[in-house]
Structures are given as structure tokens and as C-alpha cells.
């Protein structure tokens, strides 16, 4: 029988039909906290990415470049749907990210505009 988690058993499920009941909730929500961990490990390297990447943005066109933002959007929604996700939640939960991290670097882009220039000391 195959997975019906997919890439459940790389993720540390535990299979289908171990038991049932109060210890299937149990075993669920331990599997739940450990997808949580590798989640956030991956949301902040992704946000250490975008930190990187709005050092090389000048403007705030620049930082909300909706054309990405759409881009980013449609490959999050092929990819749920790939992987068995309903695509609503999915971009739904980019939206959110991408506001939050839009946010992060308009106020990185300001604090950098109001920084004093740097004095050039020969």
C-alpha cells in the first residue's frame, strides 16, 4: 500500500494503521510539531534570503514588484495542487508571508535611506 501521506514517512508519520484513538491524536500532533519545526527552519532560511536580497533593492517598486509577487503566487498554487494541497491554503499562506516579509523590507529600505551616508575617510 503506498503512503497516503506521500512524503509522510520522510517527515517522520507515523504509518496509517499504527493505532487508533486518543494514541492516533497523539502520534498525529507529534508528527504535526515536527513538520512545524522543519517549517520554521525553512521559513527562516527564506527569510534570511529576502533579508539578503532587499540589500540589492533601491526602491519600494523594487520591494513590492508585483509581477513576482504573482509569480511566486501561481508556482505556490501549482505546487500545492501537485502535491495533493488544497491551493487555497497554500496561497493563502504565501499572501500572508509576502505581506509580512513586504513589510520587513520597506522598513529595512527606510532605516537604510535614513542612515547617515558613510563618510569617505582617506
Known amino acids: 500500500m503506498t503512503d497516503p501521506y506521500d512524503a509522510g514517512a520522510s517527515a517522520g508519520l507515523p504509518p496509517v494503521d499504527a493505532v487508533d484513538g486518543p494514541a492516533r491524536i497523539a502520534e498525529l500532533r507529534a508528527a504535526v510539531d515536527r513538520l512545524?519545526?522543519?517549517?520554521v527552519e525553512l521559513l527562516a532560511v527564506r527569510t534570511r534570503v529576502v533579508r539578503e536580497?532587499?540589500?540589492?533593492?533601491?526602491?519600494?517598486?523594487a520591494v513590492r514588484s508585483p509581477d513576482r509577487v504573482r509569480q511566486v503566487l501561481d508556482r505556490v498554487r501549482e505546487l500545492a495542487d501537485r502535491h495533493g494541497m488544497p491551493p487555497e491554503v497554500a496561497v493563502a499562506t504565501y499572501r500572508a508571508l509576502i505581506e509580512e516579509l513586504t513589510r520587513m523590507q520597506l522598513e529595512m529600505l527606510a532605516a537604510r535611506?535614513?542612515?547617515?551616508a558613510p563618510t569617505d575617510r582617506r
Open 113 to 116: 535611506r535614513a542612515a547617515p
Open 53 to 61: 536580497l532587499t540589500v540589492h533593492k533601491s526602491d519600494e517598486a
Open 36 to 39: 512545524d519545526q522543519r517549517i
